[in-house]
Protein backbone atom coordinates (compact mmCIF):
# COMPACT_ATOMS: atom_id res chain seq x y z
CA UNK A 1 0.00 0.00 0.00
CA UNK A 2 1.15 3.15 -1.00
CA UNK A 3 0.41 6.98 0.90
CA UNK A 4 -0.15 9.80 -1.41
CA UNK A 5 2.49 12.14 -1.21
CA UNK A 6 -0.30 15.38 -1.52
CA UNK A 7 -3.03 14.09 1.25
CA UNK A 8 -1.38 10.98 2.83
CA UNK A 9 -4.13 8.87 2.09
CA UNK A 10 -3.24 5.36 1.67
CA UNK A 11 -3.47 3.73 -1.95
CA UNK A 12 -2.27 1.42 -4.52
CA UNK A 13 0.59 1.76 -6.53
CA UNK A 14 0.89 -0.77 -9.17
CA UNK A 15 4.48 0.15 -9.93
CA UNK A 16 5.34 0.93 -6.17
CA UNK A 17 3.22 -1.83 -4.42
CA UNK A 18 4.89 -4.58 -7.46
CA UNK A 19 1.29 -6.36 -7.78
CA UNK A 20 2.77 -6.79 -11.52
CA UNK A 21 -0.22 -5.05 -13.12
CA UNK A 22 -0.36 -1.52 -14.74
CA UNK A 23 -0.79 1.27 -12.60
CA UNK A 24 -4.10 3.39 -12.81
CA UNK A 25 -2.02 6.43 -13.54
CA UNK A 26 -0.64 5.00 -16.95
CA UNK A 27 -4.07 6.04 -18.63
CA UNK A 28 -3.65 10.09 -17.24
CA UNK A 29 -1.33 12.07 -20.02
CA UNK A 30 2.41 12.06 -19.09
CA UNK A 31 4.28 14.62 -17.36
CA UNK A 32 6.77 16.69 -18.80
CA UNK A 33 9.87 17.50 -17.02
CA UNK A 34 9.68 21.00 -16.31
CA UNK A 35 6.05 20.21 -14.26
CA UNK A 36 7.93 17.11 -12.75
CA UNK A 37 10.36 19.55 -11.20
CA UNK A 38 7.24 22.15 -10.45
CA UNK A 39 6.22 19.41 -8.41
CA UNK A 40 9.50 18.33 -6.54
CA UNK A 41 9.45 21.66 -5.51
CA UNK A 42 6.20 21.41 -4.17
CA UNK A 43 7.21 18.37 -2.16
CA UNK A 44 5.52 16.17 -4.48
CA UNK A 45 7.83 13.56 -6.15
CA UNK A 46 6.39 10.45 -5.01
CA UNK A 47 3.11 9.01 -6.30
CA UNK A 48 -0.54 10.59 -5.77
CA UNK A 49 -3.89 9.19 -5.11
CA UNK A 50 -6.22 8.17 -8.30
CA UNK A 51 -7.64 12.09 -6.29
CA UNK A 52 -4.58 14.21 -5.96
CA UNK A 53 -2.85 13.39 -9.22
CA UNK A 54 -6.03 14.66 -11.67
CA UNK A 55 -6.44 17.71 -9.54
CA UNK A 56 -2.55 18.04 -9.43
CA UNK A 57 -2.38 17.36 -13.26
CA UNK A 58 -5.36 20.43 -13.87
CA UNK A 59 -3.18 22.73 -11.36
CA UNK A 60 -0.57 22.67 -13.42
CA UNK A 61 -1.93 22.83 -16.55
CA UNK A 62 -4.14 26.23 -15.42
CA UNK A 63 -1.02 27.44 -14.87
CA UNK A 64 1.09 26.71 -17.51
CA UNK A 65 -2.14 28.25 -19.73
CA UNK A 66 -1.60 31.26 -17.41
CA UNK A 67 2.25 31.67 -18.24
CA UNK A 68 1.61 31.22 -21.99
CA UNK A 69 -0.69 33.97 -21.74
CA UNK A 70 1.61 36.34 -20.07
CA UNK A 71 4.63 35.32 -22.06
CA UNK A 72 2.26 36.26 -24.69
CA UNK A 73 1.17 39.51 -23.44
CA UNK A 74 4.53 40.34 -22.93
CA UNK A 75 5.54 39.74 -26.67
CA UNK A 76 2.69 41.91 -27.94
CA UNK A 77 4.00 44.65 -25.63
CA UNK A 78 7.55 44.31 -27.03
CA UNK A 79 6.16 44.71 -30.36
CA UNK A 80 4.04 47.72 -29.71
Avoid: H, N, Y
Avoid at 38 to 52: E, F, H, I, V, Y
Amino acid sequence: MSQCARCTEPFTCAMADQTGQDCWCVSLPAIDADSLKTLAARGLSSCLCPRCLPQVLQELKEQQEIQQGQKAQAEKTQTD
